[in-house]
């Protein structure tokens, strides 16, 4: 599976947009992109996914790079709900839905007030 | 509608006592995961279901762990003769397209 490095941390102030950064050098031209988020205490929610063009829904946007090496999770407003570990994962879509997603370490965002 | 519910949401053991945690899916989904998180780590892949057919059980670390999902909807996964390694989250997620539905987890300490 191809591998992403995200920060190990970054820190927001509230009510402010936040942008997380991921790279993924050795994209494939099947891998989704698909980010996930852990509050404390909760199993992972999905977030957002997209495989080349950029992508907006309710929670968060996806900006992904023309050469689709890296992408940026962006939380137009920051909450203090919003403080979690953000996971960015690539998925291979050629292998089907039961490919597991193989999670790395994430970034741990901290939102204040 | 309901999500994915896992229990007991939180179990303590002695070493060397088995245990069963139990997962109930989303109605409908066909594709079943379970995952360990130790503390301050990502979710680490154990085992995968379709349906009843285990199609992947890479990720269990021994002979000590299974996981059963006998009619393709409820699964569970045993530990057995419990060791202090393997003290962590055990996550489970089901999906039935392009994205997983996790659920709130079963944290095990043995003691």
């Known amino acids: 599976d191809a591998k992403t490095t995200q920060p190990n941390s970054m820190e927001s102030n509230e009510e402010e947009p936040v942008h997380l950064p991921c790279n993924h050098s050795?994209?494939?031209?099947?891998?989704?992109i698909h980010w996930y988020r852990q509050l404390p205490s909760q199993g992972p929610e999905y977030v957002i996914h997209?495989?080349?063009s950029n992508v907006n829904n309710r929670m968060a946007s996806l900006a992904i790079a023309e050469d689709r090496k890296s992408s940026t999770l962006i939380l137009h407003r920051a909450t203090l709900r919003d403080a979690a570990v953000y996971y960015c994962?690539?998925?291979?879509?050629?292998?089907?839905?039961?490919?597991?997603?193989?999670f790395g370490a994430g970034t741990i965002l901290r939102v204040k007030s | 509608g309901a999500g994915v519910s896992q229990s007991p949401r939180y179990k303590v053991a002695k070493r060397g006592q088995d245990v069963a945690l139990r997962c109930d899916p989303i109605?409908?989904?066909?594709?079943l995961f379970w995952y360990q998180q130790a503390l301050g780590q990502g979710p680490e892949f154990l085992t995968y279901?379709?349906?009843?057919?285990?199609?992947?059980k890479s990720g269990l670390p021994s002979d000590r762990f299974f996981a059963e999902r006998p009619e393709g909807s409820v699964s569970t996964l045993k530990i057995q003769r419990t060791q202090q390694e393997d003290s962590a989250v055990y996550l489970c997620?089901?999906?039935?397209?392009?994205?997983?539905?996790f659920g709130p987890g079963t944290r095990l300490t043995v003691t």
């Open positions: 997620a089901s999906s039935a397209r392009d994205r997983l539905y």
């Open positions: 050795t994209i494939s031209g099947t891998d989704y």
């Open positions: 997209g495989l080349t």
């Open positions: 994962i690539l998925r291979d879509v050629k292998k089907g839905y039961g490919n597991k997603l193989v």
């Open positions: 109605s409908g989904h066909v594709s």
């Open positions: 279901f379709q349906n009843e057919a285990q199609l992947d």
